[in-house]
């Protein structure tokens, strides 16, 4: 991919600004009517988006459907539908002492907004983002993943048709094109990747004291306790660790299993994975690939710790992993030191429910948490545990739900968006005090005559 020169982007910018300051992304006819525009894109575009999902990661249309383009249009009729009531001052109490004024809050766009897409779910993170930019009226520079050059390419054909590039333009290129735009004094930076890019564009946005959405990442648990229905847990890890072959930032990190419960657990998991892609995996159509031969050599080499219950099988130039299970893990394998963000799922067990919290909380804070039992047990790590985000005897589905906020904590983001919180994640609260001329109190002024009374009212 061909980096974008300095040059370029600040030309952009600076047209961009330009247009934000007519006032034309401020008018809600005008938001309404580029998110209808997206949408009807979107759909007149379906078979290409899936035909470059496919090239890029071997994604069937199914998958590519369901985990990228239907949360999409989810999400733009969301906002349709909701858009014209977010927007809308909203009063706020008054307090005595500021009587007779009035107050409200008042949604106003950010401005500018640079959205950095991240690879592994290229068309729905890099237009997610955009429709709460679109919502909140911000004039936004999408900026998708060069390691997803069939998408990137693709998605800057859409927006290139159907915006004016002054509106939402697209830049292409890899670390020094990021490096550049980090530089620039957006209004607010929105980028969806890993914690350690995260901390660079952090550290690049304080220089101008720039707003940040970090969509970072981490090790996210999956607990299954010995009261678990286990057909059940079985099959919703299987098929929540291996969509998108396990390339998913919410995607279950690790397990952690009862010890009474392990053997007939995993046999389960072994059977739902050849139940779902086969006995030949590596030709099931439904099977995604790892994105790159970098990653490729990365997961491999963490499989030479514990004992593979299941998979192992490697392809390096088919870019193919088979789905693994790792049993005997221990917490100082080199596969309990990062992200996974693979087909790879390493199995600890518990005797007692604490020492699996306790494992937790001394490590960082993740995106996702999942616990497979009874309530009981669920309130119990709910309470004791935190997280981006939780679900319950599932796994991946808090992401479909547009009324719950998706983004992390710590070490695993900053920010929330989806539904509403992408609305209010590119909108600036403004506080406004209305206060009449007819009445003029004058206990406030200098030199302060009557201020015992002054003093009871405040």
């Known amino acids: 991919m061909t980096e974008t020169t300095e040059e370029v982007i600040i030309n952009l910018i600076a047209n961009q600004k330009a247009f934000f300051s007519t006032h034309q992304t401020k008018n809600i006819d005008y938001r309404l009517s580029q998110l209808r525009k997206l949408k009807e894109a979107i759909l007149r575009y379906q078979k290409k988006i899936e035909l470059a999902l496919w090239a890029d990661l071997h994604k069937s249309p199914e998958e590519a459907y369901v985990t990228e383009i239907s949360i999409v249009l989810n999400e733009i009729d969301f906002h349709l539908k909701h858009l014209k009531k977010w927007a809308r001052p909203e009063r706020a109490s008054t307090p005595i002492y500021l009587l007779p004024s009035s107050s409200k809050?008042?949604?106003?766009?950010?401005?500018?907004?640079?959205?950095?897409?991240?690879?592994?779910?290229p068309f729905q993170l890099v237009l997610n983002p955009l429709i709460g930019a679109i919502s909140a009226g911000c004039c936004t520079i999408l900026k998708p993943s060069p390691d997803t050059p069939s998408v990137a390419k693709l998605i800057e054909e859409i927006i290139t048709e159907i915006f004016d590039p002054y509106y939402v333009s697209v830049i292409q290129g890899g670390r020094s094109t990021n490096t550049i735009l980090f530089a620039q004094p957006f209004d607010l930076i929105f980028f969806t990747g890993s914690p350690k890019v995260g901390k660079v564009v952090m550290k690049a946005a304080a220089e101008n004291l720039t707003a940040v959405i970090l969509e970072l990442g981490g090790k996210s648990p999956c607990i299954v306790d010995a009261d678990a229905d286990l057909d059940i847990a079985a099959k919703r890890i299987v098929w929540g660790k291996l969509i998108n072959a396990g390339q998913t930032c919410i995607a279950p990190d690790y397990l952690f299993v009862h010890h009474s419960i392990k053997k007939t657990l995993l046999d389960k998991m072994a059977f739902y994975i050849h139940s779902m892609y086969g006995t030949n995996i590596k030709e099931s159509r439904f099977y995604p690939r790892i994105v790159s031969a970098q990653a490729m050599e990365r997961l491999s080499g963490l499989l030479h710790q514990g004992t593979i219950h299941t998979g192992g099988e490697?392809?390096?130039?088919?870019?193919?992993?088979?789905?693994?299970?790792?049993?005997?893990?221990?917490?100082?394998?080199?596969?309990?030191?990062?992200e996974i963000f693979g087909p790879i799922l390493p199995v600890m067990t518990f005797d007692l429910i604490d020492e699996a919290i306790k494992y937790i909380n001394e490590h960082e804070k993740p995106l996702?948490?999942?616990?497979?039992?009874?309530?009981?047990?669920?309130?119990?790590?709910?309470?004791?545990?935190?997280?981006?985000?939780?679900?319950?005897?599932?796994?991946?589905?808090?992401?479909?739900?547009?009324?719950?906020?998706?983004g992390g904590v710590g070490n695993s983001g900053i920010g929330k968006y989806h539904g509403r919180e992408s609305f209010l994640a590119f909108s600036n609260k403004r506080g406004v005090l209305s206060t009449p001329t007819w009445l003029d109190i004058p206990l406030k002024y200098i030199p302060f005559k009557n201020f015992k009374l002054l003093k009871k009212i405040l």
Do not use: C
């Open 314 to 338: 490697i392809d390096l130039e088919a870019r193919y992993i088979a789905p693994t299970i790792i049993d005997d893990i221990q917490p100082n394998h080199q596969i309990m030191q990062e």
């Open 368 to 406: 996702a948490f999942y616990y497979f039992g009874k309530n009981k047990g669920a309130k119990e790590v709910l309470t004791k545990t935190t997280s981006g985000g939780a679900s319950i005897n599932d796994i991946l589905m808090h992401i479909g739900n547009h009324h719950l906020p998706f």
């Open 105 to 121: 809050i008042v949604y106003e766009p950010l401005g500018l907004a640079l959205i950095v897409s991240p690879w592994n779910y």
